[in-house]
């Protein structure tokens, strides 16, 4: 079993900033895509950025240039740097990963969330 344990949340005025750290712990082989997805109330769950193990991001368009997704794979941690808060932001934030479990599955993994609220 693969446990994702986010921290870093909080509530920040907009144009601030935080540092989201999500680190997977338990039996695998390696970790592969890690990623940040984000829900606000009343709204499906959206990808907000991913990243390879090789260290290759991606991410949606409203949140290039203000939003930094990295990884530690010797910590199997990965964060995201949120700049430029809006209250638009505001969210439960998800953790989530790709992960080869035994030598022939993989399996999808989901954080238990931290809530990010930016005030106006």
């Known amino acids: 079993q693969v446990q994702l344990v986010e921290s870093g949340g909080g509530l920040v005025q907009a144009g601030g900033s935080l540092r989201l750290s999500c680190a997977a712990s338990?039996?695998?082989?390696?970790?592969?895509?890690m990623g940040w997805y984000r829900q606000a109330p009343g709204k499906q769950r959206e990808m907000v950025a991913d990243?390879?193990?090789?260290?290759?991001?991606n991410y949606v368009d409203f949140v290039k240039g203000r939003f930094t997704i990295s990884r530690d794979n010797a910590k199997n941690t990965v964060y995201l740097q949120m700049n430029n808060l809006r209250p638009e932001d505001t969210a439960v934030y998800y953790c989530n990963a790709d992960v080869r479990t035994t030598l022939w599955n993989n399996n999808n993994y989901w954080g238990q969330g931290t809530q990010v609220t930016v005030s106006s």
């Open positions: 990243i390879t193990s090789g260290g290759s991001a």
């Open positions: 338990g039996r695998f082989f390696v970790i592969h895509t």
